[in-house]
């Protein structure tokens, strides 16, 4: 499985972005998907994460109701839409996915996304 994220950038507090994980090779196997988040000198979150077919969802309490994570299996491509950005969301995003059996866990290289205030 590979993952390659995109849509990173700087953009004022308030703002929106999207971000965008491909996913290539053994798509069948994946379980679940996520996105992770990783700030200097901050211990790394879960921010999202969704399930394969029921597509069940979760997030972190810091953006419930802000940021919303989907996938378009026709695409084998997942979505992070961030609304309301925060200084503090200041962070590079990394994909990631878990497969079975195993599970084995696969990463993207991530993308960095930068709130200014």
């Known amino acids: 499985v590979q993952l390659v994220e995109s849509g990173g950038g700087l953009v004022q507090a308030g703002g929106s972005l999207r971000l965008s994980c491909a996913v290539s090779?053994?798509?069948?196997?994946?379980?679940?998907m996520g996105w992770y988040r990783q700030a200097p000198g901050k211990r790394g979150e879960l921010v999202a994460s969704?399930?394969?077919?029921?597509?069940?969802?979760d997030y972190a309490d810091s953006v419930k109701g802000r940021f919303t994570i989907t996938r378009d299996n026709a695409k084998n491509t997942m979505y992070l839409q961030m609304n309301s950005l925060k200084p503090e969301d200041t962070a590079l995003y990394y994909c990631?996915?878990?497969?079975?059996?195993?599970?084995?866990?696969?990463w993207g290289q991530g993308t960095q996304v930068t709130v200014s205030s």
């Open positions: 090779g053994s798509t069948f196997s994946i379980n679940a």
């Open positions: 969704i399930r394969s077919g029921v597509a069940t969802t």
């Open positions: 990631s996915a878990v497969s079975l059996p195993g599970p084995r866990n696969y």
